[in-house]
């Protein structure tokens, strides 16, 4: 399943594995909201609340989508956070891997802290 996440300097497409809360995801897509970042991660709100999955990580690879369970939130790290060692990318709790980004995460640094951001299905 692919997924699009456009603000208003830029969009990139995701894929995403066939996980629980992947699906539950896509059940409740389009989602609007408002865009929060955490230094090299960009977060925000999504209106579900899902169960942590037995294969949650804390440290992922730039690029990774996630959802972060405690703030029922979409975790879009494209480089390290304030609590990452070496240049990881450490997200601020495990998460629940969805997926990852077909093209350069980094583009998620045209993303401010404030900007509306909307996920639909491809």
């Not at 699906?23 to 899902?50: C, M, Q």
């Not at 997200?91 to 401010?112: E, H, Q």
Request: charged share 20%.
């Amino acid at each position: 399943m692919q997924i699009r996440i456009s603000w208003p300097a830029g969009q990139l497409t995701a894929t995403l594995d066939e996980t629980p809360t992947s699906k539950a995801l896509a059940d409740a897509l389009p989602i609007s909201a408002s865009a929060n970042t955490w230094g090299e991660e960009v977060y925000f709100d999504t209106g579900l609340s899902v169960a942590l999955e037995h294969d949650a990580r804390q440290v992922v690879e730039p690029g990774t989508v996630a959802f972060w369970t405690e703030g029922d939130s979409l975790a879009l790290p494209y480089g390290p956070t304030p609590i990452s060692r070496e240049g990881e990318s450490r997200l601020a709790s495990p998460c629940n891997v969805l997926g990852s980004f077909d093209g350069d995460p980094r583009l998620l640094s045209t993303l401010r802290d404030g900007d509306p951001v909307r996920v639909e299905l491809v």
